[in-house]
């Protein structure tokens, strides 16, 4: 009898041990939410509050998406999708527009049919209809686009959303040309962000920045090549909307000597020296004769050679009223 009691008690052990376990898996459960409790709680209102069932909260979150990070090139147009959720579930759509300098902007459509805005710039707008595409369109993309995308979508199911850091590209206006002494000149001209320039065969270069007040920038690079083995250069732009190569060859007369250059700056100066010298020493001469020529000296009279007599018979009134009287008195006697 002893051995059957035992075996007995062997035998109940497993069934008291199965029943044990079943116990705690059916009181572990009552503490989880079921599938369909879990649906009902996914559903949150515009503030963000979460339905209960049975006096229970959900504390599940939802995947609300991820950031983009978008470069779109000027004058060209854009689209920014929404997540990928069916638009007859979307209550509210909502499109919020965060640009650089500038308040937040919000396009919204609801299921009714309503659509409201604040953004007035007409570049901005749904694709199509948002009840058939979501979708945000600018077109065109100009340079103050710059900023924050961020599509927001209210469904049963709870809010799904994807953002748009957007970077506009403005493409720099290249040049190449080429000054004195083997010195070439590289522009790429109000570009952004600012490109990168580079020589082939490397020279002796400066690179200068410049930057304008829309986010442009300007930048020139200066190369001199001394070796006169080098021929041509070519200069090679590289930015995020295109690259571009340019090339030239290098004037192998460009280069002038030193001395030369300043013989044929001094050599132009002499010569207008010497002729203004030659016209100042032939107005001298000519004048100097004109002095010459005034000056010669008149024949000397014998009256005079008396200086006294002269200047008494010339001079003197009584001298004069008695020649005349003598003279006149000559002619009465004849």
Not at 29 to 50: D, I, K
Not at 186 to 203: D, H, M, N, S
Not at 248 to 270: V, W
Request: glycine share 6%.
């Amino acid at each position: 009898m002893p051995c059957l009691g035992r075996t007995s008690d062997l035998q109940l052990l497993p069934v008291l041990t199965v029943f044990l376990v079943v116990g705690y898996i059916s009181t572990g459960m009552e503490g989880f939410p079921t599938s369909g409790n879990s649906t009902q709680q996914m559903g949150q209102n515009n503030n963000g509050s979460a339905s209960s069932v049975d006096g229970k909260q959900n504390h599940t979150k939802v995947p609300t998406g991820g950031n983009t990070f978008l470069t779109v090139l000027e004058d060209t147009k854009a689209v920014l999708p929404c997540p990928p959720v069916q638009l007859t579930n979307a209550i509210v759509t909502t499109w919020k527009i965060t640009l650089r300098d500038k308040p937040p902007c919000i396009r919204a459509y609801r299921r009714a049919n309503e659509t409201s805005a604040n953004c007035t710039d007409e570049r901005i707008t749904w694709t199509y209809r948002p009840d058939q595409n979501a979708a945000l369109q600018i077109d065109p993309v100009i340079i103050t686009d710059d900023g924050f995308y961020e599509c927001d979508m209210v469904t049963p199911d709870g809010n799904f959303y994807h953002g748009y850091h957007l970077q506009v590209l403005v493409a720099p206006e290249v040049s190449l040309s080429q000054s004195k002494n083997r010195t070439v000149v590289c522009k790429a001209v109000a570009g952004k962000p600012a490109a990168q320039i580079a020589w082939t065969p490397e020279g002796d270069c400066v690179s200068e920045h410049k930057c304008w007040g829309n986010g442009t920038v300007t930048v020139q690079s200066t190369c001199h090549w001394a070796e006169s083995n080098v021929s041509t250069v070519s200069c090679s732009v590289f930015h995020e909307a295109g690259n571009w190569s340019l090339f030239t060859e290098l004037n192998q007369g460009a280069e002038t000597p030193e001395n030369l250059r300043i013989i044929c700056i001094i050599l132009p100066i002499l010569c207008i020296l010497v002729i203004m010298g030659s016209i100042w020493l032939l107005k001298i001469i000519g004048c100097r004769k004109c002095k010459l020529k005034e000056t010669e000296p008149t024949p000397v009279e014998e009256d005079e050679m008396q200086p006294y007599e002269s200047y008494t018979e010339k001079s003197n009134p009584l001298y004069d009223t008695t020649h005349r009287v003598l003279k006149t008195s000559q002619m009465l006697q004849s």
